[in-house]
């Protein structure tokens, strides 16, 4: 039986317009400039009040349709990516199908924090490796601005909004060699509370009876150093198994594209693995942390600046609430 490969076709992004400068945030929380940009290396994101977590994943999914040349009516399946849905019921995927016309798609939201592009892309590759969808948009999509708390200096210096998209399709070419090579997608539950945020209110907690109801448990609160120090491991060895299992090495990676959560992570990468660091991309200086929409925003600006091209090796990596992380290869 002919293997069949899940190929990249099509990227899609989508930021709001309102540019969240550092200059504002110094007049919201006791911070500055220079503590945001020597930790973080973020100078700026974009958010969007008002907007929806769905809005922002039509755009984003329009725009990978067009640059696939897909008709929507070719999508066999949909999988939305979000730890900020508008609603639980419907799912967010619902008004995204709808909105796009994906009128043949099955629909599914998924939850896997910062590394739910990974996850996602996966998922998609599953399906089309076992012969149960053909073309398959994955959409990420984050309105971080609403549980982040504006009088936390600690967490609202780091969080955007943005919503990044891709169509990956079945390809039975035995001559082809690109398409997702392989992936490692893992969890940590023993970090669970390192980025905690309520979805529905906990009146009793069995394990936490010091969580008490408050309207501040909406808000995502983050043990940051709990959360880089669990990184600082997780990410290579999820980048190495994720090789290994592709029967690749560092040598072979033309990019790595990891989660736009902090610096120190992608100084981690470039030492542990001996990659150069312009051949790891980062835009968080503009966008800031856009938790699952991270990656694929990265990746349509690399498409859209002509940075991607056939045969590249290209290495995806997400970390984040769960704690989830993971990595997949991929072969333009
Ligand atoms: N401005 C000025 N000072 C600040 C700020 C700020 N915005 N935030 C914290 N500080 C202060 C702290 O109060 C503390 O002061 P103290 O020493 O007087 O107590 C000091 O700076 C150091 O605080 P730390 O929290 O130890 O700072 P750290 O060096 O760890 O940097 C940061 C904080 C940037 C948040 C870092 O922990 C980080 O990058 N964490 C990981 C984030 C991440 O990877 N998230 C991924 C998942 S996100 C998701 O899934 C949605």
Redesign the pocket.
Known sequence: MATIRSLLIGTGSYVPDFVLTNDI?EEL????DE??VK??GIRERRIGPGMTTWQMGVEAGRKALQSAKVPPEEIDMLILST?TPDTYSPTVSGYVQEALGLKKAAAVDINA???GFCYASDIADCYIKAGKAKTILVVSA?T?HRITDYTD???????GDAAGAAVYRACEDENEQSGILSSFMAADGSGADY?Y?EALPVEEDPLHSDRKFSEKNRF?K???????RF?ASAVPHAIDMALQRAGLTAADVDWVVP?Q?????LQIIAQKFGIPNEKIYVNMDRYG?T?SASIPLCLDEMNDKGLLKKGQVIVCTG??????YGAFVLRL
């Open positions: 945030l929380v006791d911070t500055n503590w945001i930790r973080t730890c924090c910062c590394t984050e971080l200096r600690g967490t609202c210096v780091l969080f980025l945020m995502l983050m043990q940051g150093a709990a959360v880089v990184t989660h959560a902090n610096l120190r992570i942390n938790s970390f984040g609430g769960g704690l989830t």
